[in-house]
């Protein structure tokens, strides 16, 4: 009988990272690129519906509203995803002193701060913990200290997590008394974040002033609309039934109430944007987080001038 001859197994080669733990930049960029697509083609259709049963129906505000929802519609996907991402990297700031209160914890038992990482990475810390499994995969698979905290670094993706991973990878360096240089970098973190907290409750009232004056002027936009221009519409109506469209009252006849009405709408539009871009700069640091208001604000003014007003 002939002997089988099997094939020798392929050694991965020492250092070498495995699949599972190269970043998926390209998933996430197709990902992105879909929701993209998705979004203006939505964008588009709606726009060019709303055009058509405006023409069809012979009325402008329907073409209007399509276009400002068809907008939104192009914005609203991807404001969502960095919205989910920011939500994502302020549970991680949150997390850095616990973590890092785990690691003194470790360290002051006995464990040296690698292996004090090790225990870490196994406890639930929010959004922190896939980074941190990340890292500890890393260490255990070969790759320097340097790149593993630097892909670290990476993957978190706050200002506050590659403060502490440098100032980890100098306690590394460095030596010393590992529990103190710990303890000092907790201290500054927890500090950081209630510096920020401390900025996020003394701007929130200047938040709800916004809107409350938008509120105010969609209040007397809608009062004008309602009442003072059916007054003056009614004179119109009046004058053009008498034919005394040249008297004391003769310029109220030649006034277009329509176009004011769609001033102040545009108006309300334009207010809705840069205020609820500044809202959302002031009460959480980032112009992409005022969308959600720029939306909400949005479809205030459509129902005040399209469903109360009309």
Not at 65 to 93: C, H, N, W
Not at 226 to 236: G, L, P, W
Not at 276 to 285: E, T
Request: glycine residues 8%.
């Amino acid at each position: 009988m002939s002997e089988q001859t099997k094939k020798p197994k392929k050694q991965k080669p020492k250092g070498s990272i495995p699949k599972g733990l190269v970043p998926k930049r390209s998933f996430t960029q197709k990902k992105i690129f879909r929701m993209l697509m998705f979004s203006i083609v939505g964008s588009v259709s709606v726009i060019l519906i709303t055009q058509q049963i405006g023409a069809s129906s012979e009325s402008g505000s329907i073409a209007e509203i399509g276009l400002i929802f068809g907008i939104i519609m192009a914005i609203v996907p991807l404001t969502v995803y960095q919205l989910r991402e920011v939500q994502r990297k302020d549970s991680v700031d949150k997390h850095m002193p616990v973590f890092l209160l785990a690691l003194l914890s470790s360290v002051q038992s006995g464990a040296n701060l690698m292996k004090a990482i090790e225990q870490t990475a196994s406890r639930n810390l929010g959004a922190l913990t896939p980074p941190l499994r990340n890292l500890r995969a890393n260490l255990s698979w070969g790759m320097p200290i340097d790149e593993a905290f630097d892909n670290f670094a990476a993957k978190s993706g706050t200002r506050i997590s590659k403060r502490v991973t440098l100032l980890l990878q100098m306690a590394l360096r460095i030596g010393g008394d590992v529990s103190e240089n710990l303890e000092m970098i907790q201290k500054h973190v927890s500090d950081m974040q209630n510096i920020e907290k401390s900025r996020k409750s003394q701007l929130a009232p200047y938040t709800y002033t916004i809107y409350i004056s938008y509120f105010v002027f969609i209040a007397v936009a809608v009062l004008l609309i309602t009442s003072f221009f059916t007054e003056i519409r009614k004179v119109q109506e009046s004058l053009v039934e008498t034919g005394t469209e040249g008297g004391l009252f003769g310029s109220l006849a030649s006034m277009d109430i329509g176009a004011m009405e769609t001033a102040l709408f545009n108006m309300a539009i334009i207010e809705a944007i840069f205020g609820g871009l500044a809202a959302g700069k002031i009460g959480a640091g980032s112009y992409v987080a005022g969308v959600k208001h720029v939306v909400v604000m949005v479809i205030i003014a459509v129902i005040a001038f399209h469903v109360v007003a009309a």
